[in-house]
């Protein structure tokens, strides 16, 4: 299947400061890639889908100033969490599926740790 | 609307012994239906999925799934557990099959197998 490289795994960053998280599909091109958060014990929540050159699409309750997304080629997207505050600290999955995939691969998944 | 739901939060199962993990679904229209699998700290991998077709497909590690459109399920199935079985189990469906729609996720299934 194709493959989808999620970075860093885990970050600790102190309250106020910013991560970068970055999503890449390796072995192929990425229109759309989607964001998902996940609490301890619960399913994937959906914050917000990206689109290569334009603006990405946040789900209701997410805050777009918060969470930034940038998908600057076909191949990478990235969240940056802004102002990270304790209640940030979760785990972070980017997902994505080519043109001729119809099924979604997801990246390894990043431990958000705000101290 | 989609939904997906998983009624079980853990299914215990000895080793040896057949399994199964539970999902009904709502979709306006056609589903197409996902089963992932969820290891501690990592991202999903894809097992198998539904599409069109025959209404048992086989996926990954020896699981299969059954599409049944009467009772709207696609429970996940499995001969003969293993212990490296145990895991978080994600059935997920959208209603389009292109890659530029999200997967909705179910709440998912923490399958134990016991040695």
């Known amino acids: 299947g194709a493959v989808v490289s999620q970075h860093p795994s885990w970050v600790i960053c102190k309250s106020g400061t910013s991560v970068k998280i970055e999503c890449r599909s390796l072995?192929?091109?990425?229109?759309?890639m989607f964001w998902y958060r996940q609490f301890p014990k619960q399913s994937l929540m959906l914050m917000a889908t990206?689109?290569?050159?334009?603006?990405?699409?946040?789900e209701q309750g997410v805050e777009k100033d918060k969470f930034l997304i940038n998908h600057a080629s076909l191949t990478l997207s990235t969240l940056t969490v802004t102002s990270a505050h304790p209640e940030d600290s979760s785990f972070y999955i980017c997902?994505?599926?080519?043109?001729?995939?119809?099924?979604?691969?997801f990246g390894q998944g990043t431990r958000l740790t705000v101290v | 609307a989609q939904s997906v739901a998983q009624p079980e939060d853990q299914v215990n199962v000895a080793e040896g012994n057949p399994l199964t993990v539970k999902c009904t679904y709502s979709?306006?229209?056609?589903?197409?239906l996902f089963w992932y699998v969820q290891y501690p700290n990592r991202g999903l991998q894809f097992l198998l999925k539904?599409?069109?077709?025959?209404?048992l497909v086989k996926g990954s590690y020896g699981f299969e799934a059954e599409f049944n459109k009467s009772q709207t399920s696609f429970h996940l199935k499995k001969p003969s557990a293993l212990v490296s079985d145990s895991a978080l189990y994600f059935c997920?469906?959208?209603?389009?099959?292109?890659?530029?729609?999200?997967?909705?996720f179910g709440k998912g299934t923490r399958l134990s197998v016991i040695a």
């Open positions: 997902s994505a599926s080519g043109q001729e995939n119809t099924e979604a691969f």
């Open positions: 072995d192929f091109q990425a229109t759309t």
């Open positions: 990206s689109n290569e050159g334009s603006k990405a699409t946040y």
């Open positions: 979709v306006s229209g056609n589903p197409y």
């Open positions: 997920a469906v959208r209603d389009s099959l292109s890659g530029n729609t999200p997967l909705v």
């Open positions: 539904y599409i069109t077709g025959d209404n």
